[in-house]
């Protein structure tokens, strides 16, 4: 969801160009002719038409912010609660603006950025525990834990990396990656104690592991949530 309501309001402002833009055209022709017969009337015309293109662009672009921001339409509603969600970038904008020079934050923020690199909608659970592997190899105890939830939504597995505040407080960099509820619930926690290497075992020996190994994941978010 990298600046999702950023790709939202572009492609919003690109679609007004393109229905206004038989008077961009006629503005750019306009300029082209009156520069070239030396006509000031011409150019001045033509500068007024691609004015109004992007001042009409601009002007429905606020109009589509704004019935995002209040319309009660199921779409609408999807979008806004996707920008909302925890892994949204203005979920993590926000932690930044309270908690920005935080070493902890900053340390969980660039390993969001490594999982977001190697993770994509699609992805098995087994390519979530290698991608925390790869971002745990050089840590000999990495603060892990590895859950699996059963709620009336479905099942979701989760492995968590710990980003000490330094004042007792964690940011915990989370990749959840849900499925369609099994026929029985599944429930379980492990945390990781001096052995990376069995802590990783005992995840891919797990219930819920077993579980994503016969069926396709549904959703993938990776976010940071802060403790405090």
Partial sequence: MKNFKLL???????????????????????VVIGNAARA?????????????????????????VHAMNTSDHPALADIRKAMESADSEAEMDKLMSQYGNDP????????????????HEGCSFE???????????????????YSCITDEDGLMLFLTWSFDDRNGE???????????????????????????????EAVRSSKGYGYSCDNEGRELKIYVEYTG
């Fill in 104 to 119: 902890g934050l900053i340390e969980a923020r660039s390993a969001r950025f490594y999982l977001q690199e190697l993770l």
């Fill in 127 to 145: 390519d979530v525990i290698k991608a925390y592997e790869s971002l745990g190899q050089n840590e000999e105890t990495p603060p892990l834990e």
């Fill in 40 to 64: 000031q009337i011409c150019v001045a015309v033509g500068i007024a038409f691609i004015a109004f293109t992007f001042l009409a662009s601009i002007y429905d672009v606020i109009l589509m």
């Fill in 8 to 30: 939202v309001i572009l492609s919003g402002f690109l679609s007004a160009l393109f229905r206004f833009g038989i008077f961009l055209l006629l503005g750019i022709i306009l």
């Fill in 170 to 200: 964690y940011f915990q960099l989370r990749t959840c990656l849900s499925y369609d509820k099994p026929p029985k619930d599944i429930n379980e926690l492990k945390l990781l104690n001096d052995d990376k290497a069995k802590f990783f």
